[in-house]
């Protein structure tokens, strides 16, 4: 089975601080990542996902994520927080046969401090 | 063009009784996923319906059951429920049930059990 692991439950940065969200992968097979955002009493929004196609992802609102194998890792990063990128968020890879299952991460909490 | 909706928005049910909680696809998709989310914890996936069949199970008792329409959208159906079935259920929406397809969430059902 395949699984992520997020590190840090909850992470501060001010308010135009580089944002870096740690995900890492455990898979038998080349991954498909997806990172979701969810703001306070919402359901779960796309930011990005990897598809195998270039390493490096880009997504909504400034953010991106680099694929790296050899780490088994896919970080989410932001050069420059903002007081409105505070909210949860999840690191995920998809798996299953006939069927698509996301596995999430426990997911990493960003504070934004002005 | 409509996103996924799901209702109720809140449910308090008593131990033992049965839920039912609905979900609209987004426009043109034909596949439904369910998940789970217990509070601080990511979303765990229960089960995916493609065009009115089940196509693939999370690790969730028979209590857990689903249903989809001609028109796509879908229910859910908790049976017998117990204190620890509270939790935020959300539903996806997809064109396709394939690993690298993008899964769109509503904004979820929060259920209590007492």
């Known amino acids: 089975a395949q699984s992520v692991t997020q590190l840090g439950s909850h992470v501060s940065v001010s308010e135009g601080a580089l944002v870096l969200l740690r995900c890492n992968y455990s898979?038998?097979?080349?991954?498909?990542l997806f990172w979701y955002v969810q703001y306070p009493n919402q359901g779960l929004q796309l930011l990005l996902k990897?598809?195998?196609?270039?390493?490096l992802v880009k997504g909504i609102n400034g953010f991106e994520a680099e694929f790296k194998k050899s780490e088994t890792s896919f970080h989410l990063t932001k050069p420059s927080a903002h007081m409105s990128d505070a909210a949860e968020y999840f690191c995920?890879?998809?798996?299953?046969?006939?069927?698509?299952?996301?596995?999430f991460g426990t997911g990493t909490r960003l504070l934004v401090s002005p | 063009e409509t996103g996924v909706t799901q209702s109720p928005t809140h449910l308090i049910k008593t131990r033992g009784q049965q839920v039912t909680l609905r979900c609209s696809s987004q426009?043109?998709?034909?596949?439904v996923s369910w998940y789970q989310q217990a509070l601080g914890q990511g979303p765990q996936f229960i089960f995916q319906?493609?065009?009115?069949?089940?196509?693939g199970r999370g690790n969730f008792p028979p209590r857990f059951s689903g249903l989809q329409f001609p028109n796509y959208s879908s229910e859910l159906n908790v049976n017998a429920l117990e204190l620890d079935d509270s939790a935020l259920y959300l539903c996806?929406?997809?064109?396709?049930?394939?690993?690298?397809?993008?899964?769109?969430f509503g904004p979820g059902t929060r259920l209590t059990v007492l």
């Open positions: 996806a929406s997809s064109l396709k049930q394939t690993s690298t397809d993008t899964q769109y």
């Open positions: 898979s038998s097979v080349p991954p498909y």
């Open positions: 990897y598809t195998s196609a270039a390493t």
């Open positions: 995920a890879v998809s798996e299953g046969t006939g069927f698509q299952k996301l596995v």
């Open positions: 426009s043109g998709h034909n596949t």
């Open positions: 319906y493609y065009r009115e069949e089940e196509n």
